[in-house]
Protein backbone atom coordinates (compact mmCIF):
# COMPACT_ATOMS: atom_id res chain seq x y z
CA UNK A 1 0.00 0.00 0.00
CA UNK A 2 1.66 3.29 -1.27
CA UNK A 3 1.97 5.91 0.96
CA UNK A 4 0.17 8.38 -1.20
CA UNK A 5 -2.97 6.53 -0.85
CA UNK A 6 -2.35 7.05 2.96
CA UNK A 7 -1.78 10.14 2.91
CA UNK A 8 -5.21 10.89 0.85
CA UNK A 9 -7.51 9.26 3.39
CA UNK A 10 -5.71 10.89 6.14
CA UNK A 11 -6.19 14.59 3.90
CA UNK A 12 -9.88 13.03 4.10
CA UNK A 13 -10.15 12.02 8.12
CA UNK A 14 -8.90 15.76 8.88
CA UNK A 15 -11.07 17.59 6.51
CA UNK A 16 -14.22 15.95 8.39
CA UNK A 17 -12.74 16.25 11.55
CA UNK A 18 -12.28 20.10 10.42
CA UNK A 19 -15.90 20.44 9.61
CA UNK A 20 -16.98 19.24 12.75
CA UNK A 21 -14.98 21.69 14.62
CA UNK A 22 -16.21 24.27 12.49
CA UNK A 23 -19.66 23.69 12.93
CA UNK A 24 -19.57 22.97 16.57
CA UNK A 25 -18.50 27.00 16.54
CA UNK A 26 -20.99 27.72 15.00
CA UNK A 27 -24.19 25.83 16.05
CA UNK A 28 -26.24 26.80 18.73
CA UNK A 29 -26.11 24.93 22.22
CA UNK A 30 -29.92 24.22 21.93
CA UNK A 31 -31.81 21.30 20.73
CA UNK A 32 -33.04 22.92 17.25
CA UNK A 33 -29.39 23.95 16.96
CA UNK A 34 -27.19 20.87 17.63
CA UNK A 35 -30.91 18.46 15.88
CA UNK A 36 -31.52 20.26 13.07
CA UNK A 37 -29.41 23.00 12.25
CA UNK A 38 -31.42 26.23 13.30
CA UNK A 39 -33.91 25.01 10.61
CA UNK A 40 -31.44 26.83 8.47
CA UNK A 41 -30.05 24.40 5.70
CA UNK A 42 -29.25 25.76 2.33
CA UNK A 43 -30.80 23.84 -0.80
CA UNK A 44 -27.93 22.38 -2.40
CA UNK A 45 -26.86 21.40 1.44
CA UNK A 46 -30.19 19.84 1.99
CA UNK A 47 -30.10 17.83 -1.74
CA UNK A 48 -26.55 16.49 -1.22
CA UNK A 49 -27.41 16.00 2.72
CA UNK A 50 -30.19 14.14 1.72
CA UNK A 51 -28.74 11.95 -1.45
CA UNK A 52 -24.95 11.20 0.89
CA UNK A 53 -27.14 9.86 3.76
CA UNK A 54 -29.62 7.59 1.88
CA UNK A 55 -27.18 6.05 0.07
CA UNK A 56 -25.02 4.64 2.18
CA UNK A 57 -22.06 1.92 1.66
CA UNK A 58 -24.31 0.16 -0.64
CA UNK A 59 -24.07 2.56 -3.24
CA UNK A 60 -20.21 1.19 -3.78
CA UNK A 61 -20.06 -1.48 -2.76
CA UNK A 62 -23.71 -3.31 -2.42
CA UNK A 63 -25.17 -1.94 -5.99
CA UNK A 64 -22.39 -2.63 -7.98
CA UNK A 65 -21.20 -5.89 -6.51
CA UNK A 66 -24.80 -7.49 -7.56
CA UNK A 67 -24.51 -5.89 -10.70
CA UNK A 68 -21.14 -7.45 -11.09
CA UNK A 69 -22.53 -10.53 -9.98
CA UNK A 70 -25.95 -11.05 -12.06
CA UNK A 71 -25.85 -8.51 -14.47
CA UNK A 72 -28.52 -5.59 -15.60
CA UNK A 73 -31.23 -7.07 -14.30
CA UNK A 74 -29.99 -5.80 -10.37
CA UNK A 75 -30.80 -2.35 -12.05
CA UNK A 76 -34.60 -2.68 -11.25
CA UNK A 77 -33.59 -1.59 -7.68
CA UNK A 78 -31.89 1.59 -8.82
CA UNK A 79 -34.95 2.73 -11.06
CA UNK A 80 -36.83 2.33 -8.37
CA UNK A 81 -35.16 4.06 -6.04
CA UNK A 82 -35.40 6.58 -8.45
CA UNK A 83 -38.83 6.71 -8.65
CA UNK A 84 -39.35 7.00 -4.84
CA UNK A 85 -36.77 9.57 -4.36
CA UNK A 86 -38.60 11.98 -6.83
CA UNK A 87 -42.03 11.45 -5.18
CA UNK A 88 -40.47 11.77 -2.06
CA UNK A 89 -39.15 15.51 -2.99
CA UNK A 90 -42.51 15.82 -4.42
CA UNK A 91 -45.05 15.17 -1.90
CA UNK A 92 -43.31 14.86 1.85
CA UNK A 93 -40.76 17.14 1.26
CA UNK A 94 -42.73 20.39 0.84
CA UNK A 95 -45.54 19.31 3.69
CA UNK A 96 -43.20 18.04 6.02
CA UNK A 97 -41.00 20.93 6.55
CA UNK A 98 -44.18 23.09 6.76
CA UNK A 99 -45.69 20.83 8.95
CA UNK A 100 -43.30 19.90 11.91
CA UNK A 101 -42.67 23.68 12.16
CA UNK A 102 -46.03 24.93 12.40
CA UNK A 103 -47.43 21.61 14.72
CA UNK A 104 -45.25 22.76 17.84
CA UNK A 105 -41.99 23.23 15.99
CA UNK A 106 -41.27 19.16 16.62
CA UNK A 107 -37.54 18.85 16.24
CA UNK A 108 -38.34 14.61 15.73
CA UNK A 109 -40.07 12.60 13.61
CA UNK A 110 -41.91 10.98 16.83
CA UNK A 111 -42.33 14.45 17.91
CA UNK A 112 -44.24 15.42 14.73
CA UNK A 113 -46.84 12.54 15.02
CA UNK A 114 -47.26 13.26 18.61
CA UNK A 115 -48.14 17.50 18.09
CA UNK A 116 -50.06 15.89 14.77
CA UNK A 117 -52.04 13.27 17.28
CA UNK A 118 -52.00 14.47 20.72
CA UNK A 119 -54.55 12.00 21.83
CA UNK A 120 -52.01 9.09 21.38
CA UNK A 121 -48.62 11.09 21.66
CA UNK A 122 -47.00 9.33 24.27
CA UNK A 123 -47.49 6.41 22.87
CA UNK A 124 -46.37 7.25 19.26
CA UNK A 125 -43.38 8.82 20.44
CA UNK A 126 -42.26 5.82 22.15
CA UNK A 127 -43.32 3.08 19.55
CA UNK A 128 -41.77 5.16 16.99
CA UNK A 129 -38.64 6.00 18.66
CA UNK A 130 -38.30 2.15 19.77
CA UNK A 131 -38.62 1.45 16.59
CA UNK A 132 -36.06 4.10 14.99
CA UNK A 133 -33.06 3.12 17.28
CA UNK A 134 -33.92 -0.93 16.60
CA UNK A 135 -33.60 -0.77 12.96
CA UNK A 136 -30.88 2.20 12.82
CA UNK A 137 -28.76 0.29 15.16
CA UNK A 138 -28.72 -2.39 12.58
CA UNK A 139 -28.35 -0.19 9.45
CA UNK A 140 -25.75 1.76 11.15
CA UNK A 141 -24.21 -1.82 11.86
CA UNK A 142 -24.17 -2.02 7.58
CA UNK A 143 -22.13 1.01 7.26
CA UNK A 144 -19.36 -0.09 9.71
CA UNK A 145 -19.15 -3.35 7.47
CA UNK A 146 -18.56 -1.72 4.64
CA UNK A 147 -15.21 0.21 6.35
CA UNK A 148 -14.47 -3.26 7.95
CA UNK A 149 -14.56 -4.60 4.34
CA UNK A 150 -12.68 -1.56 2.77
CA UNK A 151 -10.01 -1.99 5.25
CA UNK A 152 -9.54 -5.80 4.96
CA UNK A 153 -9.61 -5.43 1.04
CA UNK A 154 -7.52 -3.00 0.35
CA UNK A 155 -5.15 -2.51 3.65
CA UNK A 156 -4.34 -6.08 4.69
CA UNK A 157 -1.42 -6.54 6.57
CA UNK A 158 -0.01 -3.16 6.24
CA UNK A 159 -1.97 -0.94 8.84
CA UNK A 160 -0.43 -1.52 12.67
CA UNK A 161 -3.75 -2.94 13.73
CA UNK A 162 -2.26 -3.52 17.67
CA UNK A 163 -3.55 -7.72 16.86
CA UNK A 164 -7.19 -6.53 16.00
CA UNK A 165 -7.63 -8.23 12.79
CA UNK A 166 -7.95 -5.70 9.34
CA UNK A 167 -12.17 -6.13 9.23
CA UNK A 168 -12.32 -4.81 13.00
CA UNK A 169 -9.53 -2.15 12.77
CA UNK A 170 -11.28 -0.49 9.58
CA UNK A 171 -14.96 -0.55 11.41
CA UNK A 172 -13.58 0.98 14.68
CA UNK A 173 -11.21 3.97 12.44
CA UNK A 174 -14.60 4.27 10.82
CA UNK A 175 -16.95 4.41 13.44
CA UNK A 176 -14.44 6.96 15.65
CA UNK A 177 -13.82 9.41 13.01
CA UNK A 178 -17.59 9.64 12.47
CA UNK A 179 -18.57 9.79 16.28
CA UNK A 180 -15.28 12.80 16.72
CA UNK A 181 -17.37 15.21 14.26
CA UNK A 182 -21.21 13.95 15.13
CA UNK A 183 -20.97 14.28 18.38
CA UNK A 184 -19.28 17.58 18.42
CA UNK A 185 -20.82 19.29 15.60
CA UNK A 186 -24.20 17.86 15.33
CA UNK A 187 -26.78 17.90 12.29
CA UNK A 188 -24.58 20.95 11.20
CA UNK A 189 -21.47 19.02 11.09
CA UNK A 190 -23.59 16.04 9.36
CA UNK A 191 -24.96 17.65 7.08
CA UNK A 192 -21.53 19.74 5.49
CA UNK A 193 -19.68 16.35 5.67
CA UNK A 194 -22.72 15.03 3.87
CA UNK A 195 -22.36 18.02 0.62
CA UNK A 196 -18.60 17.21 0.80
CA UNK A 197 -18.79 13.45 0.81
CA UNK A 198 -21.95 13.83 -1.48
CA UNK A 199 -19.52 15.32 -4.33
CA UNK A 200 -16.61 12.99 -3.76
CA UNK A 201 -19.19 10.00 -4.05
CA UNK A 202 -20.23 11.70 -7.39
CA UNK A 203 -16.49 12.70 -8.86
CA UNK A 204 -15.48 9.04 -8.07
CA UNK A 205 -18.90 7.24 -9.64
CA UNK A 206 -18.19 9.14 -12.84
CA UNK A 207 -13.99 8.47 -13.11
CA UNK A 208 -14.43 4.63 -12.05
CA UNK A 209 -16.50 3.56 -14.79
CA UNK A 210 -14.07 5.67 -17.20
CA UNK A 211 -11.41 4.45 -16.39
CA UNK A 212 -12.72 0.72 -16.66
CA UNK A 213 -13.50 1.06 -20.35
CA UNK A 214 -10.42 2.87 -21.15
CA UNK A 215 -7.79 0.97 -19.31
CA UNK A 216 -8.22 -2.52 -20.45
CA UNK A 217 -4.62 -3.78 -21.56
CA UNK A 218 -5.59 -5.45 -24.72
CA UNK A 219 -5.48 -3.39 -27.97
CA UNK A 220 -9.50 -3.77 -28.93
CA UNK A 221 -11.47 -1.87 -26.74
CA UNK A 222 -13.58 -3.53 -23.78
CA UNK A 223 -16.96 -5.14 -24.86
CA UNK A 224 -19.50 -5.72 -22.44
CA UNK A 225 -21.27 -8.21 -24.28
CA UNK A 226 -18.57 -10.12 -24.07
CA UNK A 227 -18.75 -11.42 -20.23
CA UNK A 228 -19.98 -15.20 -20.68
CA UNK A 229 -23.22 -15.07 -18.78
CA UNK A 230 -26.13 -15.22 -21.10
CA UNK A 231 -28.41 -12.00 -20.30
CA UNK A 232 -25.45 -10.19 -18.60
CA UNK A 233 -27.43 -6.70 -19.92
CA UNK A 234 -30.60 -7.29 -20.08
CA UNK A 235 -33.19 -5.72 -17.75
CA UNK A 236 -35.23 -8.66 -17.88
CA UNK A 237 -32.99 -12.16 -18.30
CA UNK A 238 -33.66 -14.25 -15.28
CA UNK A 239 -36.33 -11.93 -13.98
CA UNK A 240 -39.62 -12.88 -12.61
CA UNK A 241 -42.47 -11.02 -11.66
CA UNK A 242 -41.80 -11.27 -7.73
CA UNK A 243 -38.47 -10.56 -8.43
CA UNK A 244 -39.09 -7.13 -10.27
CA UNK A 245 -41.96 -6.12 -7.71
CA UNK A 246 -38.87 -6.96 -4.79
CA UNK A 247 -36.61 -4.43 -6.72
CA UNK A 248 -38.77 -1.93 -7.70
CA UNK A 249 -40.58 -1.34 -4.46
CA UNK A 250 -37.06 -0.54 -2.60
CA UNK A 251 -38.56 2.93 -3.81
CA UNK A 252 -41.46 2.98 -1.02
CA UNK A 253 -38.89 2.90 1.37
CA UNK A 254 -38.06 6.56 0.84
CA UNK A 255 -41.38 7.86 2.44
CA UNK A 256 -40.40 6.57 6.25
CA UNK A 257 -36.14 7.08 6.27
CA UNK A 258 -36.00 9.28 9.53
CA UNK A 259 -32.47 9.84 8.28
CA UNK A 260 -33.53 11.56 4.76
CA UNK A 261 -37.24 13.72 5.84
CA UNK A 262 -35.50 15.13 8.47
CA UNK A 263 -33.19 16.90 5.75
CA UNK A 264 -37.01 18.34 4.67
CA UNK A 265 -37.46 19.49 8.15
CA UNK A 266 -34.18 21.39 8.09
CA UNK A 267 -33.80 23.50 5.00
CA UNK A 268 -34.33 26.98 5.72
CA UNK A 269 -37.65 27.96 3.63
CA UNK A 270 -40.35 25.39 2.11
CA UNK A 271 -39.61 27.65 -1.41
CA UNK A 272 -36.51 26.16 -1.92
CA UNK A 273 -37.71 23.17 -1.38
CA UNK A 274 -37.98 22.77 -5.32
CA UNK A 275 -34.43 23.67 -6.12
CA UNK A 276 -33.24 21.71 -3.64
CA UNK A 277 -35.05 18.41 -5.42
CA UNK A 278 -33.75 19.30 -8.46
CA UNK A 279 -30.12 19.07 -7.32
CA UNK A 280 -30.78 16.12 -5.59
CA UNK A 281 -32.18 13.59 -8.22
CA UNK A 282 -29.54 15.02 -10.61
CA UNK A 283 -26.98 14.43 -8.17
CA UNK A 284 -28.25 10.48 -7.71
CA UNK A 285 -29.08 9.66 -11.56
CA UNK A 286 -25.45 10.52 -12.12
CA UNK A 287 -24.31 8.49 -9.35
CA UNK A 288 -26.57 5.60 -9.72
CA UNK A 289 -25.65 5.42 -13.46
CA UNK A 290 -22.36 5.09 -12.43
CA UNK A 291 -22.96 2.76 -9.77
CA UNK A 292 -24.48 0.64 -12.49
CA UNK A 293 -21.62 1.20 -14.87
CA UNK A 294 -19.00 0.04 -12.00
CA UNK A 295 -20.99 -3.41 -11.55
CA UNK A 296 -20.93 -3.94 -15.47
CA UNK A 297 -18.39 -2.62 -16.41
CA UNK A 298 -16.09 -4.20 -13.71
CA UNK A 299 -16.72 -7.93 -14.62
CA UNK A 300 -16.05 -7.30 -18.32
CA UNK A 301 -12.37 -6.02 -17.15
CA UNK A 302 -12.10 -9.04 -14.70
CA UNK A 303 -13.10 -11.54 -17.54
CA UNK A 304 -10.91 -9.73 -19.87
CA UNK A 305 -7.79 -9.92 -17.45
CA UNK A 306 -8.22 -12.83 -15.51
CA UNK A 307 -9.04 -11.33 -12.39
CA UNK A 308 -11.11 -13.35 -9.63
CA UNK A 309 -12.52 -11.04 -7.11
CA UNK A 310 -14.13 -13.89 -4.92
CA UNK A 311 -16.38 -11.12 -2.98
CA UNK A 312 -18.93 -9.63 -5.74
CA UNK A 313 -19.05 -5.83 -3.06
CA UNK A 314 -15.50 -5.46 -3.22
CA UNK A 315 -15.00 -4.90 -6.99
CA UNK A 316 -15.03 -0.96 -6.46
CA UNK A 317 -12.16 -1.46 -3.80
CA UNK A 318 -10.12 -4.04 -5.75
CA UNK A 319 -10.10 -1.61 -9.40
CA UNK A 320 -9.68 1.45 -7.59
CA UNK A 321 -6.02 -0.24 -6.15
CA UNK A 322 -5.00 -1.81 -9.68
CA UNK A 323 -6.08 1.15 -12.28
CA UNK A 324 -5.07 4.27 -10.70
CA UNK A 325 -1.87 5.97 -9.21
CA UNK A 326 -1.84 5.67 -5.10
CA UNK A 327 -3.09 9.22 -4.32
CA UNK A 328 -6.37 8.85 -6.68
CA UNK A 329 -6.28 5.48 -5.24
CA UNK A 330 -6.79 6.60 -1.88
CA UNK A 331 -9.24 9.68 -3.02
CA UNK A 332 -11.70 6.58 -4.53
CA UNK A 333 -10.94 5.03 -1.19
CA UNK A 334 -12.31 8.46 0.42
CA UNK A 335 -15.01 8.57 -1.59
CA UNK A 336 -16.54 4.43 -0.20
CA UNK A 337 -15.83 5.96 3.23
CA UNK A 338 -17.67 8.71 2.70
CA UNK A 339 -20.72 6.85 1.49
CA UNK A 340 -20.37 4.97 4.55
CA UNK A 341 -19.74 7.71 6.75
CA UNK A 342 -22.32 10.15 5.69
CA UNK A 343 -25.06 7.60 6.23
CA UNK A 344 -23.71 6.24 9.62
CA UNK A 345 -23.50 9.92 10.90
CA UNK A 346 -26.91 10.79 10.05
CA UNK A 347 -28.50 7.51 11.50
CA UNK A 348 -26.65 7.65 14.92
CA UNK A 349 -27.99 11.89 15.10
CA UNK A 350 -31.64 10.32 14.30
CA UNK A 351 -31.24 7.99 17.15
CA UNK A 352 -29.87 10.22 19.27
CA UNK A 353 -32.56 12.74 18.82
CA UNK A 354 -35.08 9.95 19.61
CA UNK A 355 -33.36 8.58 22.69
CA UNK A 356 -32.91 12.05 24.19
CA UNK A 357 -35.79 13.52 23.00
CA UNK A 358 -38.24 11.13 23.13
CA UNK A 359 -37.27 9.08 26.29
CA UNK A 360 -34.83 11.39 28.59
CA UNK A 361 -36.51 14.58 28.08
CA UNK A 362 -40.22 13.10 27.97
CA UNK A 363 -39.71 10.35 31.37
CA UNK A 364 -36.58 10.97 32.91
CA UNK A 365 -35.94 14.62 32.69
CA UNK A 366 -38.90 17.02 31.47
CA UNK A 367 -37.29 20.14 32.76
CA UNK A 368 -33.54 19.48 31.59
CA UNK A 369 -32.28 22.14 29.93
CA UNK A 370 -31.03 22.60 26.41
CA UNK A 371 -27.37 22.28 27.38
CA UNK A 372 -28.19 19.42 29.37
CA UNK A 373 -30.55 17.78 26.70
CA UNK A 374 -27.42 18.40 23.99
CA UNK A 375 -24.97 16.10 26.17
CA UNK A 376 -27.42 14.19 26.84
CA UNK A 377 -27.53 13.91 22.81
CA UNK A 378 -23.70 13.08 22.14
CA UNK A 379 -23.84 10.23 25.06
CA UNK A 380 -26.90 8.44 22.88
CA UNK A 381 -24.56 9.30 19.72
CA UNK A 382 -21.51 7.29 21.69
CA UNK A 383 -23.97 3.79 22.99
CA UNK A 384 -25.63 3.66 19.53
CA UNK A 385 -22.57 3.28 17.97
CA UNK A 386 -21.11 0.71 20.34
CA UNK A 387 -24.35 -1.38 19.78
CA UNK A 388 -24.13 -1.19 15.96
CA UNK A 389 -19.84 -2.04 16.36
CA UNK A 390 -21.31 -5.77 18.58
CA UNK A 391 -23.60 -6.21 15.62
CA UNK A 392 -20.62 -5.33 12.54
CA UNK A 393 -18.45 -7.77 13.53
CA UNK A 394 -19.21 -10.39 11.59
CA UNK A 395 -17.10 -10.43 8.79
CA UNK A 396 -19.06 -12.61 7.11
CA UNK A 397 -22.08 -9.65 7.05
CA UNK A 398 -23.27 -8.75 3.45
CA UNK A 399 -23.84 -5.07 3.20
CA UNK A 400 -26.94 -5.34 0.96
CA UNK A 401 -28.48 -7.93 2.80
CA UNK A 402 -28.60 -5.45 6.00
CA UNK A 403 -29.35 -2.55 4.39
CA UNK A 404 -32.04 -4.27 2.88
CA UNK A 405 -33.52 -5.46 5.82
CA UNK A 406 -33.27 -1.97 7.69
CA UNK A 407 -34.99 0.20 4.77
CA UNK A 408 -37.75 -1.92 4.82
CA UNK A 409 -38.42 -1.66 8.25
CA UNK A 410 -38.34 1.63 8.18
CA UNK A 411 -40.56 2.13 5.00
CA UNK A 412 -43.02 -0.29 5.91
CA UNK A 413 -42.85 1.39 9.33
CA UNK A 414 -43.08 4.63 8.96
CA UNK A 415 -43.93 5.40 4.92
CA UNK A 416 -47.59 5.01 4.96
CA UNK A 417 -48.05 6.60 8.12
CA UNK A 418 -45.95 9.75 7.00
CA UNK A 419 -48.07 9.96 3.56
CA UNK A 420 -51.21 9.71 5.39
CA UNK A 421 -50.43 11.95 8.10
CA UNK A 422 -49.42 14.89 5.64
CA UNK A 423 -52.32 14.16 3.32
CA UNK A 424 -55.56 12.40 5.02
CA UNK A 425 -57.52 14.41 7.61
CA UNK A 426 -59.38 11.25 8.45
CA UNK A 427 -56.38 9.61 9.97
CA UNK A 428 -56.67 9.12 13.51
CA UNK A 429 -54.13 8.69 16.44
CA UNK A 430 -54.91 5.01 17.00
CA UNK A 431 -54.84 4.34 13.48
CA UNK A 432 -51.02 5.63 13.37
CA UNK A 433 -50.16 3.62 15.97
CA UNK A 434 -51.92 0.28 14.42
CA UNK A 435 -49.47 1.17 11.43
CA UNK A 436 -46.13 1.60 13.15
CA UNK A 437 -46.75 -1.48 14.85
CA UNK A 438 -48.16 -3.31 11.77
CA UNK A 439 -45.54 -2.44 9.86
CA UNK A 440 -42.65 -2.95 11.72
CA UNK A 441 -43.97 -6.64 12.70
CA UNK A 442 -44.77 -7.42 9.22
CA UNK A 443 -41.13 -6.93 8.12
CA UNK A 444 -39.68 -8.43 10.94
CA UNK A 445 -42.09 -11.76 10.45
CA UNK A 446 -41.83 -11.47 6.99
CA UNK A 447 -37.54 -12.18 7.81
CA UNK A 448 -37.98 -14.39 10.52
CA UNK A 449 -39.91 -16.87 8.35
CA UNK A 450 -37.71 -16.80 5.47
CA UNK A 451 -40.18 -15.79 3.32
CA UNK A 452 -38.02 -12.98 1.71
CA UNK A 453 -35.78 -15.53 0.60
CA UNK A 454 -38.43 -17.99 -0.54
CA UNK A 455 -42.03 -17.40 -0.97
CA UNK A 456 -44.59 -20.28 -2.13
CA UNK A 457 -42.15 -22.38 -3.89
CA UNK A 458 -40.63 -19.39 -6.08
CA UNK A 459 -38.01 -16.57 -5.10
CA UNK A 460 -38.22 -14.34 -1.82
CA UNK A 461 -40.91 -11.39 -2.07
CA UNK A 462 -39.04 -8.07 -0.83
CA UNK A 463 -40.53 -7.63 2.89
CA UNK A 464 -41.30 -4.11 2.72
CA UNK A 465 -44.13 -5.11 -0.05
CA UNK A 466 -46.07 -7.08 2.34
CA UNK A 467 -45.14 -4.47 5.35
CA UNK A 468 -46.08 -1.38 3.54
CA UNK A 469 -49.77 -2.80 2.45
CA UNK A 470 -50.44 -4.09 5.89
CA UNK A 471 -49.31 -0.93 7.40
CA UNK A 472 -51.28 0.89 5.34
CA UNK A 473 -54.42 -1.23 5.52
CA UNK A 474 -54.12 -1.08 9.29
CA UNK A 475 -54.03 2.61 9.58
CA UNK A 476 -57.19 3.11 7.09
CA UNK A 477 -59.10 0.46 8.44
CA UNK A 478 -58.46 1.19 12.24
CA UNK A 479 -58.84 5.07 11.39
CA UNK A 480 -62.55 4.70 10.35
CA UNK A 481 -63.17 2.77 13.46
CA UNK A 482 -61.96 4.83 16.12
CA UNK A 483 -62.84 8.59 14.41
CA UNK A 484 -65.48 10.13 16.24
CA UNK A 485 -68.84 10.22 14.71
CA UNK A 486 -70.13 13.64 13.76
CA UNK A 487 -73.61 15.02 15.65
Not at 14 to 26: R, S, T
Not at 82 to 99: C, D, F, K, S, Y
Not at 288 to 301: D, H, K, P, Q, S
Not at 415 to 429: D, K, S
Request: proline share 3%; glycine share 12%.
Amino acid sequence: MNTYTLASLAVYFVLMIGIGIYAWAKTRNTSEGYLLAGRDLSPSVTALSAGASDMSGWLLLGLPGALFASGLVEAWIAIGLTVGAGLNWWIVAPRLREQTERLGNALTIPQFLANRFPAQGTMLRVTSAVIIVGFFTVYTASGMVGGGKLFATAFAGVLPTGGLSDYMFGILITAGIVLIYTTIGGFLAVSLTDFVQGMIMMVALVVMPLVILSGHDSTAPLNLSSVPQEGFLSLTQGATLVGVISAVTWGLGYFGQPHIIVRFMAIDRVENIPRAGIIGMSWMVISLTGAVAVGLAGRAYAEANGIVIEDAETVFIVLANLLFHPAITGFLYAALLAAIMSTISAQLLVSSSSLTEDFYRLFLRRSASEREAVNIGRLCVALVAAAALVIAADPESEVLGLVANAWAGFGAAFGPLILLALLWRGMTGAGAVAGLVTGAGVVAGWIAMGWNKAFLGGPGLYEIVPGFVAAFAAIVVVSKLTRPREG
